[in-house]
């Protein structure tokens, strides 16, 4: 069974940092590219971040370029995505979603909250 | 304002069929598979259709989806009270950005 687990959301004030987890079981991770997608309360779907097997390749949202960085660690089968220089704006649940091929996600994490608040 | 655009919400009744259009353009839709997604309250989306009308295992054939130049529809027939959710469409962009609509509410009413 396909699992991917986030963590590290919380509460940080404007300006401050923060590093969100996704662990994945039940499939090849080396085999997948990844991807971080954000849905602000009461919002729609925003793609925020795709991430390469081997990390060659990663593309960003214009609205995180230079504040987001997303990464993966292979031997340990994990996503990661540090948040840094976090707007009020940046409030949302963060989902991690494994891409089958580019534009299609077929198993998503439950999602963890971030809020940015001072 | 998203670049692909949904109607905000639409409804029918049980056992009615509905549509929920994406309007796109060249330098997505048109050149790219759609997916479409289904967020039931409270929990994560799910892949419901991928390459614009291909259903994941276990998804049922109420749920269809075509395409045609830049715009894209997803149809649900034989309503139930359990497909209330909201459903997007999703795709690549030229920009080298994945894209989803607006998102579209479906009441079952």
């Known amino acids: 069974e396909v699992l991917l687990l986030e963590s590290g959301g919380g509460l940080v004030q404007p300006g401050g940092s923060l590093r969100l987890s996704c662990a994945a079981s039940?499939?090849?991770?080396?085999?997948?590219?990844m991807i971080w997608v954000r849905q602000a309360p009461g919002k729609g779907l925003e793609w925020v971040s795709y991430?390469?097997?081997?990390?060659?390749?990663?593309y960003y949202a214009d609205s995180v370029k230079g504040r987001f960085t997303i990464s993966r660690d292979n031997a340990k089968n994990s996503l990661s995505l540090q948040m840094n220089s976090l707007r009020a704006e940046d409030t949302a649940v963060y989902y991690c979603?494994?891409?089958?091929?580019?534009?299609?996600?077929?198993?998503w994490g439950q999602g963890t909250l971030v809020t940015v608040s001072s | 304002q998203s670049v692909l655009t949904q109607p905000p919400s639409v409804s029918a009744a049980p056992g009615q069929k509905v549509t929920i259009s994406c309007s796109g353009s060249s330098s997505n839709i048109e050149n790219n598979y759609v997916s479409w997604y289904q967020q039931l309250p409270g929990t994560a989306p799910k892949l419901l259709i991928y390459?614009?009308?291909k259903r994941p295992s276990g998804i049922p054939d109420r749920f269809s989806g075509s395409k045609s130049g830049t715009s894209a529809t997803l149809v649900i027939t034989g309503l139930q009270t359990g497909d209330e959710a909201d459903y997007y469409c999703?795709?690549?962009?030229?920009?080298?950005?994945?894209?989803f609509g607006g998102g579209t509410k479906l009441t079952v009413l």
């Open positions: 039940g499939f090849t991770f080396t085999g997948y590219s």
């Open positions: 979603a494994r891409a089958a091929v580019l534009e299609i996600f077929d198993y």
């Open positions: 991430i390469t097997s081997s990390s060659s390749t990663i």
């Open positions: 999703g795709t690549w962009d030229s920009s080298l950005s994945a894209l």
């Open positions: 390459e614009n009308n």
